[in-house]
């Protein structure tokens, strides 16, 4: 695993330290919070990331009165350790371990938040998002021949790998990967969705904004309809639950996380959430009215265009999305004035790619050679993520 050096890490603190806000770092304000969230690649032993990582890691969350973190390990300590980098200011909230049961191997991995204690307020509502036996049961007898069919297809999938591992065995060759199930409908999330309860604290007798706020990390794979799936189950949970205002603990939700949508049009990828939204509103709500929801990083916005998440630069995984009718709320008009006043809305990317890129090389990562790209990407991808943190400004009510 290769690491940056100290020169190199030197030169990376340098440029943090001078100029982060050129690269998309959102700047603290006083009337105003700044909310995220960043898929900390496995986010686990305090070893297994250097002294300078974790203090970058530190300087990156201390912006953030809010930030949903994915794929924190089993082993607590790292985020424990950013905790404590970050001092008594902040607090904590981490899921328990969710994509494989305890002690098998899998895609074990926790949801946490760190928040600002100065700016918001946990309260008291913690839940993972899941579809109750009798729904998931009911999905699979209405769709009982079409998962047949998977069954029997991979019941033939698993008699040719054993196959091949039997032949690779005896030829001293390396086994191949075991086939994963492919499954012809959503059936659960890979890994359940945490949901925790904030406010953000008003100035004077004003009133609160109050949020549950889910924490996702969604599937990835090779099977993009399998992504769009899940991704649609959450929507649909989280649009349904959002109409029955009275009921709910918060009166608006915020979902933060790496959704690992793959799209290669944001604009139509939009219009797409908007259909479907419009499509539930009449098959499922039975309302005139239909449910909205602000995906901001789906939206260019106004100065710096299209965002991508990922530190490649090709995908925009990592995702925010409003479910309010709170005025105080950005709608999706609102997009398209994003960044026009110091402490209202605004929202943005990170680009961490960028910043290394122009600290060691004077130019940013598609202005490079391709070796020096590679390098980049090789060193960052383990000591800081193969994600970027994706933000959001909301003035402090008033």
Same mark, same amino acid.
């Given at each position: ?181 492919? $499954? @012809? !409908?959503?059936?659960?999330? +890979? ?10 604290? %008003?100035?004077? #007798? ?122 105080? $709320? @950005? !709608?999706?008009?609102?997009? +398209? ?10 929202? %943005?990317?990170? #680009? ?47």
């Amino acid at each position: 695993m290769a690491h940056f050096s100290n020169q190199e890490w030197q030169k990376i603190s340098t440029l943090f330290s001078q100029s982060a806000e050129t690269f998309g770092f959102p700047q603290r304000r006083q009337n105003s919070v700044v909310i995220g969230t960043f898929n900390i690649r496995k986010l686990g032993k305090i070893e297994k990331r250097t002294p300078q990582s974790w203090e970058l890691l530190k300087n990156i969350i201390a912006r953030f009165d809010l930030i949903a973190i994915q794929e924190i390990m089993d082993d607590l300590s790292g985020l424990e350790n950013l905790l404590s980098l970050l001092g008594d200011n902040y607090g904590m909230v981490v899921s328990d371990v969710t994509g494989a049961k305890p002690g098998a191997r899998g895609n074990a991995e926790r949801l946490g938040f760190l928040f600002n204690w100065q700016k918001i307020e946990r309260t008291a509502l913690a839940s993972d998002i899941t579809f109750d036996r009798s729904e998931i049961t009911q999905n699979l007898y209405t769709n009982r021949t079409a998962f047949g069919k998977a069954w029997t297809m991979h019941t033939q999938k698993l008699k040719t790998w054993q196959e091949k591992v039997i032949s690779n065995k005896a030829q001293g060759k390396k086994s191949p990967s075991k086939p994963p199930i492919e $499954l @012809p !409908k959503f059936v659960s999330f +890979i890994r359940q969705p945490h949901c925790v309860s904030f406010r953000i604290k %008003g100035r004077g #007798n004003t009133d609160p904004l109050e949020f549950l706020v889910v924490n996702a990390h969604l599937l990835y794979g090779k099977n993009k309809q399998e992504r769009e799936w899940e991704f649609r189950a959450l929507l649909e949970w989280l649009t349904i639950r959002a109409k029955y205002i009275d009921k709910l603990y918060h009166p608006n939700i915020l979902l933060l996380g790496d959704c690992n949508l793959d799209f290669d049009n944001v604009s139509a990828m939009q219009q797409d959430i908007d259909d479907f939204l419009k499509g539930l509103n009449k098959t499922v709500l039975k309302s005139k009215k239909a449910a909205e929801a602000n995906f901001p990083i789906l939206t260019a916005h106004p100065q710096h265009g299209v965002l991508k998440t990922a530190l490649r630069q090709k995908q925009t995984y990592d995702q925010i999305g409003f479910f309010s009718n709170d005025p105080r $709320l @950005p !709608k999706p008009e609102d997009n +398209i004035t994003a960044g026009s006043t110091s402490n209202g809305y605004d929202y %943005g990317v990170f #680009n961490i790619a960028n910043l290394v890129a122009n600290a060691l090389h004077g130019n940013n990562i598609d202005q490079i050679t391709t070796a020096q790209r590679k390098a980049i990407y090789k060193k960052a991808e383990f000591d800081i993520s193969d994600h970027m943190p994706v933000w959001v400004r909301i003035g402090v009510p008033q």
